[in-house]
């Protein structure tokens, strides 16, 4: 606190005739390292993309762990936890739709087990060398997308072909246990 205050009075005074009061509070938050802030921050339950967008290292959304770390090729990914751009920034659409986007590859990942969703959704999304609209009207894009919430142009047919691509590659057992999908 006390250290805030003296950092705060310098910085006054270097600024010369700024008279605006902040309390001391606020700059030890300002002070505290980024990842410590993250923990403090950190909570299962969040539904907040910005509050995921806004970590500086490490946060959660909707039950996941949320890593800031891009990918191959700069992209965010997901396996059990969800990789976020650090790049991606809070409050801008697109980067809100990423994180709903990876959250959407969770559910893949839980609907088809770990070698299905490998094969089926993470290996011809990494190879994609498609961009916009067509990236993510392929069916292990347009799927993610669909359970994720995220609400994009994808292109005509593009909904239905996905649907029915996860429902064809869907495990047995995991349909018998409940999920929805042709039997
Ligand atoms: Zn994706």
């Known amino acids: 606190m006390q250290d805030g205050y003296i950092v705060d009075m310098a910085l006054k005074r ?10 001391a509070e606020e700059c030890a938050a300002e002070k505290r390292p980024g ?7 950190l909570s299962f339950k969040n539904t907040d993309e910005n509050k995921v967008l806004a970590a500086k290292y490490v946060s959660a959304y909707r039950g996941r762990l949320v ?15 969800l ?12 980067a809100i739709n990423t994180v709903k986007h990876e959250y959407g590859h969770t559910l893949q990942l839980k609907r088809l087990g770990l070698p299905v969703y490998l ?27 669909i359970l994720g919430g995220v609400e994009r142009e994808h292109a005509e047919g593009a909904e239905e ?19 929805s999908g042709p039997q």
């Open 83 to 94: 990789f976020i751009s650090p790049k991606l920034e809070a409050g801008n659409q697109y």
């Open 14 to 23: 270097a600024d010369g005739d700024k008279e605006e009061k902040r309390p």
């Open 161 to 179: 072909i996905g649907e029915a691509y996860l429902a064809d590659r869907q495990p047995r057992r995991k349909l018998a246990k409940g999920a």
């Open 119 to 145: 094969k089926a959704i993470a290996c011809p999304s990494m190879k994609s060398g498609l961009s916009g609209i067509e990236y993510y009207s392929q069916p292990w894009e347009v799927t993610a997308d």
């Open 67 to 81: 890593i800031k770390r891009a990918g191959p090729k700069g992209r965010s990914f997901s396996l059990f936890a």
């Open 35 to 41: 990842f410590i802030n993250d923990l403090r921050n």
